[in-house]
């Protein structure tokens, strides 16, 4: 491997959650006098940490989200996700991969602890993500796109930033780890490749990463890196 440790985003990337939730939040911010379509969610809202959703709305109409907004939306999300949640298309290979070639990784959401583990728990990636595998914007003072998240995975798992690669899918997380100095895979399924062009580079298809992880570390022995293990 060219890296170290693999840092996946969650929504999106391992499980297929992102039209799920950004439809349940345009919705929910629509029934609260903030007009908002799926299409805006997306823009504004997908890899964020929920302090954006209030943010943008307070700075945008200056007025405040109910008290129990994150509460509400996701005892929504996640009655949602008992319903409708499956793992993205090839995520299992990857990990799968991974684990079988002892190449360590693990997930970096904005998404809360709660928020990942029942997404797991749905999908059955939980067998994949035991505690010291899991780290949420809520371990850490800012969300993506500050580099803060990152920065603390890489620390609790014991691996330099330059030795990290992370798997993300937003335009917030891909800034997030270029500014933790990490090379970042733009995952383009829902994201047009213009938005992720901060990328080192990106993939279409789930099934392509470890394909592309391998290509990398090849490229990198001929290119006589006396790094890689």
Not at 11 to 37: F, K, Q, W
Not at 58 to 69: I, K, M, S, V
Not at 105 to 120: D, F, K, N, Q, T
Not at 125 to 139: N, V
Request: net charge negative; charged share 25%; hydrophobic share 40%.
């Amino acid at each position: 491997m060219r890296y170290d440790l693999v840092i996946f985003d969650n929504d999106g990337v391992l499980v297929d959650s992102e039209p799920i939730s950004n439809r349940l939040l345009a919705a929910y911010l629509t029934e609260l006098g903030h007009p908002t379509s799926y299409e805006d969610s997306l823009r504004d809202y997908m890899g964020a940490a929920m302090h954006r959703v209030h943010d943008l709305v307070e700075e945008r109409t200056g007025r405040r989200l109910p008290a129990d907004f994150d509460d509400v939306f996701h005892a929504r999300v996640f009655a949602a996700f008992e319903r409708e949640l499956k793992p993205v298309d090839g995520a299992v290979g990857v990990l799968e991969k991974l684990a079988g070639g002892g190449v360590p990784y693990c997930v970096a959401s904005s998404g809360s602890h709660e928020r990942i583990r029942v997404g797991h728990r749905v999908t059955g990636l939980d067998r994949w993500f035991d505690d010291g595998r899991i780290f949420s914007s809520e371990d850490v003072g800012r969300g993506k796109p500050a580099p803060d998240l990152f920065l603390y995975a890489a620390e609790r798992m014991g691996v330099a930033p330059e030795r990290c690669v992370v798997v993300e899918d937003s335009p917030l997380g891909v800034e997030a780890a270029v500014a933790a100095g990490m090379d970042v895979y733009g995952f383009t399924a829902m994201t047009p490749v213009a938005r992720l062009s901060g990328a080192t580079q990106v993939f279409a298809g789930m099934g392509e990463l470890a394909g592309l992880l391998a290509a990398d570390a090849a490229s990198d022995k001929l290119e006589g890196n006396s790094s890689l293990a």
